[in-house]
């Protein structure tokens, strides 16, 4: 290999791993539809002053900067970077596009770029897989939100997860009712650790962190409370969102209050919700939730909005642990080999015949043996070979093996398309 | 509206463009998988020294840069640009992936940058739509990217088109021929436009370029001949390229050799070919050809290689000029109303009935008279209206309203779901 090789944090995704993307994509770009979330894509680049200041500091280091080209001695001005999420780019189509009516429900599956550091598994590119409505208060939207997480992990053959509901007033009440209304936000991290690092080890965190042993007691009593003295609103708007999302048909053995579920410090203002895997391995397959003060920002209007966020390399990763990736390799499904040149009108015809039935077929290339070209089909991973050689183009007929059991069968072209496309 | 906009030659694809480009790409890209091709991604940033010196002086200063980011201090470094095409980009991916087995049938639809003057629908972000054969020599892989574009022309409705076939070492001898060995380029620039300039504006162009009256008679006969001195092994490749065509399905009516097809200058050196529309009021809607020089550059191996690429943009726009495309503006085929709360639950039931049926179905967000949601449900372009209101909650139906023709129909939700999946 010469000298070439990939910017830090970038990877290609070769045929086998893209068969997967694209069947995982497609199932969920199709519950997405069905719940009727419209697909919009933004441009890769936005405006640097569209970007900034959006993030936080450490956000903003991440964000990729780009050159502007073009006339007039503008060049190297750094005036453009890359999409850092979905979400800024949604509140400036927004404010952008007026005529836009709301409530608007749109998907959008596109990748971000981030220059963290990459990790095993991490990379400076991915996909988001994103949808939000835009204009619809507190209620039925949300539960939208959170039946289509549902139903797309179901898709995708996900049964054991469980949905985590919280309402970021309701961790606003918890801090003012422990006596920490100003340090709202060090409490949340600490509870958002519960699940990790359990009460013995946030216990201890917030003590070191000059919480008292009395505030840290309250937290406990609190958290197991029945209710809370200035949560009224915010139980009511789950109690609501929760019925309204098993109106929808989600699972009530899938959808979990939970008052340690914290998710994120910044934006969100209403219910907030993730998915987890029941067996607990891994972190959130989904997160999101109401963010009524960030899709006006540019628009100079309030405009309440809640969207949820799938984990599409999570998912995609998770999926190949379990072997719920269908084994094949390849799309394609028959191979058809050419025994020589005589023969070849036959091979065309063959490969044409399946083609025009909608099965992915492929035909050898490069001449060679006949045992080389099944060679190439095996490691392909084609399911069907087809052989036109003299005596089956003397009989009218193609010989169609079975790579599976070895099995040969001499049949008319027509036939063999039929088997194949019945599934043998 | 704020101080919000995109960068110059940017855009938004709104829900209207992209449920069409979803369809028109998900066709394109069924119709790939059909012919073998797999697909492949590859990252939106590469190495700059992997880009530059590829696209010539001028293409050169099209790249996008992007700033590196990261640790120790290298932050403002351009170490790294963005795509520009997908070319170079699989030439890389050949020489880092030795494990992939040739032939290599490949497709890639991904969007591309470059820094052009943006014009009326000429956008600095573009999707190209590519299928390459690496690694087979010219022949049945050449046949291969004629058929995969026939039959996605047909796949997206076009009928009247042709496919133009000619080849680079004819138009060397072309140019051996008339005495201008050493001016080819000059002699193919004036060629590749006697389509819209024809042998008067040509002939006028060569001259004054100091080609001799004489030349421009002897180039005119060769046109015109059967055959050309030196051009042989040329004339028997496009013979076999052409029955291989035929073979795989591709109308003859639809494939023209024609002498004077240029298709650029700097790489292609076999077959060239590229596709008009038989009306001739655009340009080309694809092209491609044999480039057997380029793919081996990071690899240093002599790698053959031919492919072709299909002018989406292009096609998007004829697409809706001629009215190809589905009139609807939404995937949404049914919008359940909310009646009033007491109603709620029927209407959560409707809705997530039709889902399950995998019909794409919206429900009302936002509370307000029938009228208002029955309007929404016009604007949006759905057909199909549910309204279960008190009378038909009683009755254990829903109230499916046909919006092409107002008509009414009391029925339970099942019947209702089953008559909007047969279609009406």
Known sequence: MANVFLPKGMRDLLPQQMIHRQRVIGAIQQVFTRHGF???ETPAMERIETLTG???DEGDKLIF???SRGEGGKEGLVDQALRYDLTVPLARVIAMNPQLSLPFKRSQIQP???ADRPQKGRFREFYQCDVDVVGAPCGLADAECIAVVHDALLALGFTDFTIRLNHRAWLRALAVAVGAADREVELIVAIDKL???GREGVGRDLLARGFLPDQVQRLWALLDGASLPGAEQADAELDRVEALALGLGVSPARLRRDRSLARGLDYYTGPVFETVLTDGAVGSVSGGGRYDG?????SGRDIPAVGVSLGLERLLVLMEERG????STTSTQVWVTVFDEACEPAALQAVTAFRQAGVPAEISLTEGKLGKQLKAADKRGVRWVVIAGPDEVAAGQVKLRDL???QDLALPLADAVARVVAGG
């Open 404 to 406: 599976r059991d070895g």
């Open 112 to 114: 971000v770029w981030r």
């Open 294 to 298: 960030l899709i006006g920002m540019f």
């Open 324 to 327: 719920m990736l269908a084994a």
């Open 54 to 56: 959006k993030y936080g």
């Open 195 to 197: 699940d990790k690092a």
């Open 65 to 67: 900067k780009v050159l």
């Open 38 to 40: 419209e697909p919009l």
